[in-house]
Nanobody
Framework: QVQLVESGGGLVQAGGSLRLSCSAS???????MAWFRQTPGKDREFVAA????????AYGGSVKGRFTISRDGVKTMTYLQMNDLKPEDTAVYYC????????????????????WGQGTHVTVSS
């Protein structure tokens, strides 16, 4: 059974940085990993994803150029480096995983992922 645990959330001022981590127990270093975020009353929004094989990455339009997704292949850890944070980045951030190597067009779809973490809160103050 794959279990995902996020960490690294917190309170930061606008313009600051945070790095989120996602630990994947019971998972191999293959497939596709992603980060999504959600605010109350809104749908879960795609943030970033990468395919373990080939290293392809994809980003949501609102974070492109500011956020970077990466991984530690040995430890099946996934990271989300968030720079130049804005108040609108405030959300609960979730990591997600599927053992499948998704096609590029499927990377941003919530339904593509089989496993989800419990989320970590990020608050950006103005």
């Amino acid at each position: 059974q794959v279990q995902l645990v996020e960490s690294g959330g917190g309170l930061v001022q606008a313009g600051g940085s945070l790095r989120l981590s996602c630990s994947a127990s019971g998972a191999s270093s293959s497939g596709t990993m992603a980060w999504f975020r959600q605010t109350p009353g809104k749908d879960r929004e795609f943030v970033a994803a990468f395919r373990w094989s080939g290293g392809n990455t994809a980003y949501g339009g609102s974070v492109k150029g500011r956020f970077t997704i990466s991984r530690d292949g040995v430890k099946t850890m996934t990271y989300l480096q968030m720079n130049d944070l804005k108040p609108e980045d405030t959300a609960v951030y979730y990591c997600a995983r599927t053992p499948r190597r998704l096609i590029l067009s499927a990377l941003s779809s919530r339904s593509s992922y089989d496993y989800w973490g419990q989320g970590t809160h990020v608050t950006v103050s103005s």
